[in-house]
């Protein structure tokens, strides 16, 4: 079983920019596809990106709303995932939550995120006007 550990949540003001951090411990993250979610107040979980741990090279899927202010990356020697937050809008507001799955693709993410056995506890980012 993988235990997952968000951080770098925070307060920022628009247009500002986070890197979030997802610790995984127990198991290498390379058994796993993993990704990031979001979810606002009264609002339903948004997936925002996945990333695909191939032998023949990483794929990433995005929500095509947040391509291009959104990056997912991984370090395996850190056995982390990052999510690179750029021109933060106050629309963005929400608790961040980190997923991973050894069986489930992440090409799969949007539409079967409740299948997704592993979730980290969220981190909060707030942006303000």
């Known amino acids: 079983q993988v235990q997952l550990v968000e951080s770098g949540g925070g307060l920022v003001q628009a247009g500002g920019s986070l890197r979030l951090s997802c610790a995984a411990s127990?198991?290498?993250?390379?058994?796993?596809?993993m990704g990031w979610f979001r979810q606002a107040p009264g609002k339903e979980r948004e997936f925002i990106a996945s990333i695909l741990f191939l032998g023949s090279g990483d794929s990433t899927y995005y929500n095509h709303t947040m391509k291009g202010r959104f990056t997912i990356s991984r370090d395996v020697v850190k056995n982390t995932i990052y999510l690179q937050m750029n021109n933060l809008k106050p629309e963005d507001t929400a608790v961040y939550y980190c997923?991973?799955?050894?069986?489930?693709?992440?090409?799969?993410?949007?539409?079967?995120?409740?299948?997704?056995?592993?979730w980290g506890k969220g981190t909060l980012v707030t942006v303000s006007s």
């Open positions: 127990g198991r290498t993250i390379s058994d796993y596809d």
């Open positions: 997923a991973a799955d050894r069986y489930l693709s992440g090409a799969l993410f949007p539409s079967r995120a409740h299948e997704i056995d592993y």
